[in-house]
């Protein structure tokens, strides 16, 4: 046998069987947001590589390790996209959205790609809903997608998600807390990480966000960017915090949160887990206010977040949160014989037609076979079509729960099912509308 193909390292194949809960999540963060106003926006995979050089910045782990960055057949530099921002922001721009009025409110659910170590909750392909508001500068911005990102969290069932809050100011306050933050590191140069070594010149907030045990310890007593926010900033902060609590979307204060993209200016937060392991940042997110004027674009402050979707699935399984049941078929029609398999095909259409979900037979099995495999498909209810039922016309319909035998007539089978499971159909209407009361 020759020999077969693996998926690529770092990916992960989404199998029938599990799909819907993938669906289940997206649809109800979609829905979520929808109910603030976000509409779907769709970007490419790639783009120009450029663009994530100068918005995601280029002293970033991301842009220094981790894109996956190729020349096409044109030779033109293309990068898979490793967040969805920048996209989101290149839209903006390209499509002048920004001229409607503002804020202006995307959301997506898109893949993103990673060159990183592949362990639980990090892949090289990994999902990701987000949401942007573009053109919204005041603290009830902030506020608002916080709450937006708490809500969906909580309507999905998940609870021990603690929100971390920080400010990371702005270019001007940020300046002096820079000078500050080298002449403190710079005292323990040695000891820190090679990786930290080298981000005291260029970047030295991010040794604050450093997982090496000996740069945490000294980060520890850092000067706090809390500490340096200048008067606007503060005030823009204390704006936030009163929001939340008017909110009641309670948090706590980090102030090593820094995000490990460059764009991030004044509020930053992180939804985080203890139960899935280290990679416990659900949700990551903050206030972007200089990046679409960096872009090219209008001072136009914005803000957004990112939410893993793979690390929400991997914490939703371990907390046991509910997810819809599968779909199991309305009714499995068993046909006996070629003419009363092509009849079934007809049947199951008009049915399918009224939304009804209704599978046959396609390989020509015996009675027997089919009816074990009704069973395992845990239809509701089945119909043998034979040669006496075509010349009659008629057909039992059974309930496999009960095993109650309906008599149907099979020119009105779509009326008469509709009949005979009215209930069934009713039920379930009944349990989604509860379920939705319910949120
Ligand atoms: P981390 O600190 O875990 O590397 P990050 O700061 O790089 O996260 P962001 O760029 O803010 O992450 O992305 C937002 C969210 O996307 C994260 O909070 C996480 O839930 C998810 N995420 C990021 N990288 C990965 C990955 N490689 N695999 C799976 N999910 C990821
Ligand atoms: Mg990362």
């Known amino acids: 046998m020759a020999q077969t193909i693996t998926a690529v390292r770092g990916t992960q194949d989404v199998l029938p069987g599990e799909s819907r809960k993938w669906q289940?999540?997206?649809?109800?963060?979609?829905?979520?947001?929808?109910?603030?106003?976000?509409?779907?926006?769709?970007?490419?995979?790639?783009?120009?590589?450029?663009?994530?050089?100068?918005?995601?910045?280029?002293t970033t782990d991301v842009v220094q390790k981790e894109m996956y960055t190729f020349d096409d057949k044109g030779g033109r530099s293309l990068t898979l996209r490793p967040e969805g921002t920048a996209g989101a922001v290149r839209a903006l721009l390209e499509h002048g959205l920004y001229n409607d009025a503002l804020p202006v409110k995307a959301c997506y659910v898109l893949s993103c790609y990673r060159y990183e170590k592949p362990q639980a909750g990090r892949l090289r392909e990994f999902h990701q809903f987000?949401?942007?508001?573009?053109?919204?500068?005041?603290?009830?911005?902030?506020?608002?997608?916080?709450?937006?990102?708490?809500n969906a969290l909580r309507r999905l069932g998940l609870q021990n998600i603690r929100l971390e809050l920080n400010s990371i100011g702005c270019p001007t306050c940020r300046a002096e807390y820079l000078a500050a933050l080298r002449a403190y590191f710079a005292d323990y140069k040695d000891q820190l990480c090679a990786t930290c070594q080298d981000r005291l010149e260029r970047n030295p907030m991010r040794i604050l966000d450093c997982k090496s045990p000996v740069c945490q310890a000294i980060a520890q007593n850092a000067p706090k960017m809390l500490d340096y926010l200048c008067d606007d900033c503060q005030a823009h902060f204390e704006g936030v915090k009163a929001r939340l609590n008017a909110a009641g979307v309670e948090y706590v204060i980090n102030p090593s949160i820094v995000r490990g993209l460059d764009y991030y200016t004044r509020t930053v937060f992180e939804f985080v887990s203890t139960e899935i392991g280290a990679q416990g940042t659900v949700c990551a997110g903050g206030r972007y206010d200089g990046l679409v004027a960096e872009m090219g674009g209008p001072q136009l402050p914005s803000l957004g977040f990112g939410l893993g979707l793979e690390r929400l699935l991997l914490l939703m399984e371990k907390q046991n949160c509910p997810f819809p049941a599968e779909q199991k078929p309305h009714l499995y029609i068993a046909p006996m014989g070629e003419a009363a398999q092509i009849a079934a095909a007809t049947y199951a259409d008009a049915l399918r037609q009224e939304g009804f979900c209704v599978l046959t037979d396609l390989n020509g099995r015996g009675l027997k076979a089919q009816m074990k495999y009704a069973d395992k498909l845990g239809a509701a209810y089945t119909l043998v079509l034979g040669d006496d039922e075509?010349?009659?016309?008629?057909?039992?319909?059974?309930?496999?729960?009960?095993?109650?035998?309906?008599?149907?007539?099979?020119?009105?089978?779509t009326a008469a099912f509709y009949a005979v499971t009215k209930q069934t159909a009713l039920s379930q209407l009944e349990e989604s509308a509860a379920r939705f009361n319910k949120e």
Not at 134 to 147: K, L, M, N, R
Not at 392 to 405: H, I, V, Y
């Open 24 to 58: 289940y999540v997206e649809k109800t963060l979609l829905q979520t947001a929808g109910q603030y106003g976000y509409r779907e926006l769709r970007v490419p995979v790639f783009e120009q590589t450029g663009l994530f050089l100068r918005s995601v910045g280029d």
């Open 130 to 150: 987000g949401v942007e508001c573009f053109g919204a500068p005041a603290p009830s911005a902030d506020a608002e997608v916080i709450a937006l990102a708490h």
């Open 390 to 413: 075509l010349q009659t016309g008629a057909a039992q319909l059974k309930n496999m729960a009960t095993g109650a035998q309906t008599p149907v007539k099979l020119a009105e089978l």
